[in-house]
C-alpha cells in the first residue's frame, strides 16, 4: 500500500446524515465502531450491527435502542440505506458482499462519525501514540469549563463507562484514527498531533508516506483553525514548521523550551505527576494529573492548548478539569492486588507505546520489587517490522513474557512469530530474562508461579492479553 486508501476517499464531503436513512454496522461491537453507533443514537438514527460474538458493548448497545444480531446474515441488511464499516472488514464479508449487490451506500466509519459532526466545531486528534488519552482528556477538561462536548474515543472513558456521547455543547471531540487514512476526513477547526512515527507501514509502505499523510491532515484544518502540535517528537516538530510556512496558525508544546507552551520542573509521586506550564501569555500555572508518566503530562499539554488557546476556555477551569481525570480504560488501568503483586494493563501495541508505559511502570516499582511485563504482540506486520524496537521498549522490564501474536485482521506470516521479539530482546541485553509462552491458558499460571510480594505485573498488547490480568490475580489467590 502507498497510503492513498483503494476503498474510500477520504477527501470527499461525506453525506448529511438525514440521508442516510437506516445504519447497519458491521462488527458493531467493534470500540471505534460502537463509538458511531452510540452517537448516531443519540442523534435519533435508526441503528442495527452485527458481531462474531456476544460482549457487554452488544448488550449496552440494545439497551440503548440499537438492534443487534450474533453473527452475520443477509437478512440483517433489510430496511438498511446505509453500511458502516472498518478497514478491518474484508469484501468477502458475506454482509458487505450483500449490501454491495443490493447497492447500499457504504461508509468507513470515520466518515460515519465524520456525517455525526456536521456543524458543531470539530477537535480532531491524531498521532502515532496519546490519541484516546489525550481525546479523554480533552473531553473531561471541557465538561469541567461547563461545556457538554460530544465525544467519540478509541477507548471508555473511565469515569464515564463510555467511549461517546451526544452533547449539548457546539464542541465535538474526535479521535482520529491514522492507520488507513481516514483520519483526513474530520476537517477540524482544531488539528492535534501528539506525534510522527513510523507505524502502519502495512498500510502506507514506508515512512515518508507516513509523514506525508500527516502533512495531509494539518492541511485539511479548516482556513483560520489551529494545528496543536507536541514539540519534543521529531516527526511532530517538523509537521508543525511545515505547515507553519503554509500560513496555518500553530502551537506547540512540550518540555523543549522553545515550544510555546512549555513544561518544566517534572515532579513525580506515585500516581500523580506535577509539572509547570507556561502558555503564550507568560504566566505559570501548576498542572498536576492523576495518572503516572512524563508522556501523559505531554497529552495533558495538549488537551490544555486546544481548550485554552483553540476554543478559548479558562486556564484555572481547564487545569482543574485535568487533575481531576481518572483515566481511560486500557490505558495503564490498574486491575488489582494479590499475594503483594500488583496488577496493570495496558493497550500499548507500537513501539513508542510500549516504551511509554514499561519506563513509567519500571519508575514506579523502583526498588520495590521487579518489573514483570506480559507482552502479546499485534499484527505479524507491526511484529516483523519492529522486532528490534519492541526489544530495545521492553528494555526496562526485569522479566518479559511473550504471548503468541495477536493477528487481528492479518493472517499469519511464514517465519514471524514471538520468537523475533525474544531474539531481539537477548541481542540487547544478553542476560535478560525473556520468555515466550506459546499457550494462552498457561500464562497466568506461569506468572503467579514466577513473581514475589512487591512485583508491578504489566500485561501490554491490543488484543485480547487484557483478559489475562484478572486470570493472574485469581491464580495468586483473590477470590
Not at 472488514?89 to 470515520?110: D, K, M, T
Not at 489525550?134 to 464515564?160: N, R, W, Y
Not at 467511549?163 to 449539548?168: D, E, R, S, V, Y
Not at 500499548?348 to 523502583?366: I, M
Amino acid at each position: 500500500m502507498n497510503g492513498a486508501n483503494e476503498r474510500f476517499d477520504f477527501t470527499e464531503p461525506v453525506p448529511p446524515l438525514e440521508d442516510l436513512g437506516a445504519v447497519h454496522f458491521i462488527a458493531i461491537g467493534g470500540a471505534g465502531m460502537s463509538g458511531v453507533a452510540r452517537v448516531m443514537l443519540a442523534r435519533g438514527c435508526t441503528v442495527s450491527g452485527s458481531d462474531a460474538k456476544e460482549s457487554p458493548v452488544l448488550t449496552a448497545l440494545g439497551a440503548e435502542g440499537a438492534t443487534v444480531h450474533v453473527g452475520h446474515d443477509e437478512s440483517h441488511l433489510d430496511g438498511a440505506g446505509t453500511v458502516v464499516i472498518s478497514s478491518a472488514i474484508r469484501e468477502s464479508n458475506l454482509e458487505l458482499a450483500a449490501a454491495r449487490r443490493r447497492g447500499l451506500r457504504v461508509l468507513h466509519r470515520s466518515q460515519a462519525l465524520a456525517s455525526t459532526m456536521a456543524g458543531s466545531r470539530r477537535v480532531a486528534v491524531a498521532g502515532a501514540n496519546g490519541k484516546t488519552t489525550t481525546t479523554s482528556m480533552l473531553t473531561v477538561a471541557l465538561q469541567h469549563c461547563g461545556i457538554d462536548p460530544s465525544f467519540a474515543a478509541g477507548g471508555e472513558l473511565a469515569k464515564h463507562g463510555t467511549n461517546a456521547h451526544w452533547g449539548t455543547g457546539d464542541v465535538f471531540v474526535a479521535e482520529a484514527d491514522e492507520s488507513d487514512g481516514s483520519f483526513l476526513v474530520y476537517r477540524p477547526e482544531v488539528g492535534v498531533v501528539t506525534n510522527v512515527q513510523p507505524d502502519h507501514l502495512d498500510f502506507y509502505g514506508t515512512f515518508e508516506r507516513v509523514q506525508a499523510a500527516y502533512s495531509d491532515f494539518a492541511a485539511s484544518i479548516e482556513p483560520g483553525g489551529l494545528l496543536v502540535a507536541c514539540h519534543d517528537d521529531e516527526g511532530s516538530r517538523a509537521l508543525a514548521l511545515a505547515a507553519r510556512a503554509d500560513g496555518v496558525r500553530v502551537l506547540t508544546y512540550g518540555f523543549d523550551p522553545a515550544s510555546d507552551v512549555i513544561l518544566r520542573d517534572e515532579v513525580a509521586r506515585g500516581l500523580m505527576s506535577r509539572v509547570t506550564l507556561t502558555g503564550p501569555d507568560g504566566v505559570d500555572r501548576a498542572l498536576r494529573i492523576n495518572i503516572p508518566g512524563r508522556h501523559n503530562l505531554l497529552n495533558a499539554a495538549a488537551a490544555y492548548t486546544v481548550a485554552v488557546e483553540g476554543l478559548g476556555q479558562d486556564p484555572t477551569r481547564v487545569l482543574d478539569g485535568l487533575f481531576g481525570f481518572t483515566g481511560t480504560r486500557r490505558r495503564f488501568e490498574l486491575k488489582g492486588s494479590a499475594a503483594g503483586v500488583t496488577v496493570v494493563d495496558d493497550y500499548a501495541h507500537n513501539p513508542g507505546k510500549v516504551a511509554a508505559v514499561v519506563s513509567t511502570a519500571a519508575e514506579l516499582v523502583g526498588d520495590r520489587g521487579r518489573l514483570v511485563v506480559v507482552f502479546q504482540p499485534h499484527l505479524y506486520s507491526r511484529t516483523r517490522d519492529f522486532a528490534e524496537a519492541f526489544a530495545r521498549a521492553l528494555a526496562p522490564a526485569d522479566l518479559v513474557l511473550l504471548m503468541e501474536i495477536y493477528g487481528a485482521r492479518e493472517d499469519p506470516v511464514p517465519g514471524v512469530s514471538s520468537a523475533l521479539v525474544a531474539d531481539a530482546v537477548t541481542a540487547v541485553d544478553p542476560a535478560a530474562d525473556v520468555r515466550v509462552v506459546p499457550s494462552w491458558s498457561a500464562v497466568a499460571d506461569t506468572v503467579a508461579g514466577l513473581v514475589t510480594p512487591g512485583d508491578l505485573v504489566l500485561t501490554v498488547g491490543a488484543g485480547d492479553v487484557t483478559m489475562i490480568g484478572p486470570e493472574i490475580l485469581r491464580a495468586l489467590g483473590r477470590p
